[in-house]
């Protein structure tokens, strides 16, 4: 199982990745446990982050990706892993995509802890007074000062990969105000429902051999796709090709006028250009056409993402 943890600083997503762990037995990749640990250890990747990090900064993308490429290539990866902290933007989601790609690998989903401002930085602050108490080091970053750099951050470059992970049907939003046992019960029927509906689907694949793609993952790609496009679009594209046909037949016609006799190559020249100029504004208006739907809001986007989450959730 390959899962991504997503929520703002204290949502909660190390408490709750350690239950993951436990019950699915794969391992939790913390880029921020990762990040300190380079800074602790002084590499060079560390040297890098460390004033960033201390700032509440985001550390460059390729340095992360460069992380999380080497590590889930061992083997206690093997298994599946649960990513906390990354990715933190969509180029680094983009990269993520395109790993996981190289190696035939799929995410199976992305698990969002939705909490409310106010109360992290009373998590973070309560947080900070616990490791004290225990005589841990508190980190760098832990200062209210900092969070809200780092909440500031988190809304401007990983709030947007909600919907990216919505419009790959992959999102499933859970309620991180709850209790942790309730945080984590929510997770695990939604865990249990991805199961479920895996084993369905290989079980379904086993009796028909043949049919490699199942109905649903056409729907919902044909869904995704719908979405994007804008049906509007497309069928203002569509337009647009059929008169840029035409242009090419009356073009065709024209040469063909003309090509016969060199004498009435004007004649048939001066029939031909009507044609032709009628089909040339017929492509341009489809173009337009084309061109004002794709610009406008997919209203069918929010609705796919609407449905997607309740799916997710519902089953959860
Ligand atoms: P948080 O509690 O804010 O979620 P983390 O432990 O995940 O903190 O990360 C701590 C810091 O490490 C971040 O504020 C950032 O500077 C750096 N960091 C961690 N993961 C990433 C990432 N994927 N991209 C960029 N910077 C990261």
Redo the contacts with the bound molecule.
């Keep these: 199982m390959r899962l991504i943890l997503l ?5 909660g ?2 408490t709750q990745a350690q239950h993951i762990v436990q019950r699915h037995g794969i391992v939790q990749l ?7 640990a380079a800074v602790k250890a002084g590499t060079p990747v560390g040297l890098k ?1 460390k004033d ?2 201390a ?7 390729e ?2 990706v460069g992380i ?1 490429a080497d590590r889930i290539e061992e083997p206690d990866a093997r298994n599946g892993f649960i990513l ?6 969509v180029p ?1 989601a983009a990269a993520l995509d395109k790993l996981l790609k190289s190696k035939g690998l799929t995410l199976d989903a992305v698990i969002e802890l939705r909490v409310n401002e106010g109360a992290l930085l009373r998590r ?1 602050e309560t947080r900070i007074a616990e490791m004290k108490a225990r005589g841990e080091a508190v ?1 760098a ?2 200062t209210p000062e ?2 809200s750099q ?1 909440l500031a ?2 809304r401007a470059q990983t709030e947007p990969l909600i919907d990216y992970y919505g419009e790959k049907r992959k999102l499933a939003t859970i309620d991180g105000m709850k209790a942790i046992e309730e945080v984590t019960a929510d997770i695990k029927r939604v865990l249990d429902a991805l199961g479920d509906s895996a084993a369905k689907i290989r079980s379904r694949a086993a009796r028909k051999p043949a049919a490699k793609k199942t109905k649903a993952s056409k729907g919902a790609k044909k869904a995704v796709k719908a979405a994007s496009a804008g049906r509007t679009g497309k069928k203002a594209g569509k337009k647009a090709k059929v008169a840029k046909k035409t242009v090419k037949k009356a073009a065709k016609k024209a040469v063909k006028k003309v090509a016969p006799k060199r004498a009435g190559a004007k004649k048939a020249k001066k029939s031909a250009k009507p044609a032709a100029k009628k089909a040339k504004t017929a492509v341009r208006k489809g173009a337009k056409k084309a061109s004002r739907a794709s610009s406008r809001p997919a209203k069918k986007v929010t609705k796919t993402r609407a449905k997607t989450a309740r799916r997710l959730t519902k089953r959860g």
Excluded at 84 to 89: A, I, K, V
């Design positions: 929520g703002p600083p204290g949502a997503k190390g913390s880029t921020g446990d990762m990040l300190r982050a960033i990090m700032a509440g900064g985001l550390v460059p993308d340095i992360v999380i906390d902290g990354f990715p933190r933007t680094q973070v980190r970053d832990d900092v969070l780092r951050n988190y």
